[in-house]
């Protein structure tokens, strides 16, 4: 069975200070992982995503996210945040070696909160 | 840029009442997949569908879900005798192929309560 955790219900940092956003995984395969990004009254957006290759992978926005094999973790870092980096971001898995191939597992989300 | 619209974006029902949620996924995809999100809980999947048929169901997915895809735009999902817990956000998303290193494009969502 595959799960996803984000050990942080919020995550508080300054405009222009690093931000991290964590996310560990479990899968009995090798995982396919995104991020996503939900602000107010809209729907899911996507990040980015690890399939295979470079762990450090970029996506929209100047996000990025590092994977880690022997951590199993996957989380999402920005250099410098901004105010409109404030939404719930949802970390997921795809367990390609598991007995589902199609629905994404998604972590409880992690609220952000970028302060002037 | 194109995206997945979702209609309503918000429906009240009495409960043991139908509800259909529709969805118009991205043209040019091909897999489709219904979420839901209860209030203050995590993103769970309950269907996904390839070829007019489902490839997969959660265990929430009873008999009294269905999903249809009438023609080659629509994408509905149909609760037969809603119950107070179905109270959520559903979430349609689609991705253009079925293979799982495809990422899921989202919906807006639906917020559907019942009473």
């Known amino acids: 069975a595959q799960s996803v955790a984000q050990p942080e219900d919020q995550v508080n940092v300054a405009e222009g200070n690093p931000l991290t956003v964590k996310c560990t995984y479990s899968v009995s395969g090798n995982p396919y992982l995104f991020w996503y990004v939900q602000y107010p009254n809209r729907g899911l957006q996507f990040l980015l995503k690890y399939i295979t290759g470079d762990n450090l992978v970029k996506g929209s926005y100047g996000f990025e996210a590092e994977f880690n094999k022997s951590q199993t973790s996957f989380h999402l870092k920005k250099p410098s945040a901004l105010v409109s980096d404030s939404a719930l971001y949802f970390c997921a898995v795809r367990d390609i070696g598991g007995d589902s191939w199609g629905k994404l597992q998604f972590g409880a989300g992690t609220q952000v909160v970028v302060t002037p | 840029e194109p995206e997945v619209t979702q209609t309503p974006s918000h429906q009240v029902t009495q409960m043991g009442q139908e509800v259909i949620l529709r969805c118009v996924p991205i043209s040019n995809h091909l897999y489709f997949y219904w979420y839901r999100q209860i209030l203050g809980q995590k993103v769970e999947f309950l269907v996904s569908?390839?070829?007019?048929?489902?490839?997969?169901k959660s265990e929430i997915f009873d008999d009294q879900f269905s999903v249809e895809r009438p023609d080659g735009s629509n994408f509905t999902l149909k609760i037969r005798s809603t119950k107070l817990e179905d109270s959520a956000m559903y979430f349609c998303?689609?991705?253009?192929?079925?293979?799982?290193?495809?990422?899921?494009?989202f919906g807006p969502g639906t917020r559907l309560t019942v009473l």
């Open positions: 569908f390839y070829n007019n048929e489902i490839s997969e």
């Open positions: 998303a689609s991705s253009e192929l079925p293979q799982s290193y495809n990422e899921q494009f």
